[in-house]
């Protein structure tokens, strides 16, 4: 029997490594990249700017941090938007909050529209593999900002696809504050996080890597 194992990123290799485990390669987490021409017509028109964190609602996720960070921002952008898919634990805690958009569990295709109307997409979690939702996003084109954890400075270089920040209240609100002021940024990002996404974390490519893996095994 052949048995290779793979972490879905380079820093979940690394993490193998704990259990004398060699990781023979990586395989990304990947997307349907054709998708984007499915839910394209849906992109934003926005007049306030929507930020967007797709997700279980667990402590984990950093959800009391986006809590607060949007807190502190709405004081000084009132016209900002903070949408929140997902349930779990923290859903009737978040939902007190009246300014916050509870928008529960989505199927994949209303989750993907919501990313299609979104600016913005925040993803404050406290540990990541390689986070799903932040190709997701890319692939339709949010600005992202999300905390630099497990493999997702591997999607994202910071300046370049989007903005890496700490699992911290003030780092979040200054990345997010950088992208709310910016709109050119917010567009040079969308465009450079889907083209990446695009080209290197579709299930294309991914297919192609684990055939090389195995064909490489099985020459040993």
Not at 64 to 76: F, I, M, P, T, V
Request: proline residues 2%; contains cysteine.
């Amino acid at each position: 029997m052949l048995v290779i194992f793979t972490g879905v990123s380079k820093a979940c290799g690394k993490w193998l490594e704990h259990f004398n485990i060699t990781a023979k390669g990586v395989l990304y987490n990947s997307i349907e990249t054709s998708e984007y021409e499915l839910y394209k017509n849906n992109m934003k028109q926005n007049e306030s700017i929507k930020i967007l964190y797709a997700g279980r609602l667990i402590e984990d996720k950093g959800l009391c941090l986006l809590g607060e960070a949007y807190k502190s921002l709405r004081k000084k952008y009132p016209k900002i938007e903070l949408l929140i898919a997902g349930d779990g634990p923290l859903y009737e805690r978040l939902n007190k909050n009246t300014n916050i958009s509870m928008l529960g569990k989505l199927d994949h295709k209303d989750m993907m529209k919501q990313y299609a109307i979104s600016d913005i997409f925040i993803n404050p979690s406290y540990s990541e593999g390689l986070p799903t939702t932040v190709l997701e996003a890319g692939l339709m084109k949010c600005a992202v900002v999300a905390t630099d954890v497990g493999g997702t400075a591997e999607i994202i270089e910071d300046g370049k696809e989007g903005l890496l920040c700490k699992p911290e209240v003030q780092d979040i609100v200054e990345k997010l504050e950088v992208l709310i002021k910016d709109k050119e940024l917010r567009q040079t990002f969308a465009e450079n996080l889907h083209n990446k996404v695009c080209k290197q974390f579709s299930w294309d490519n991914t297919t192609k890597q684990l055939q090389e893996i195995i064909e490489n095994k099985e020459r040993k």
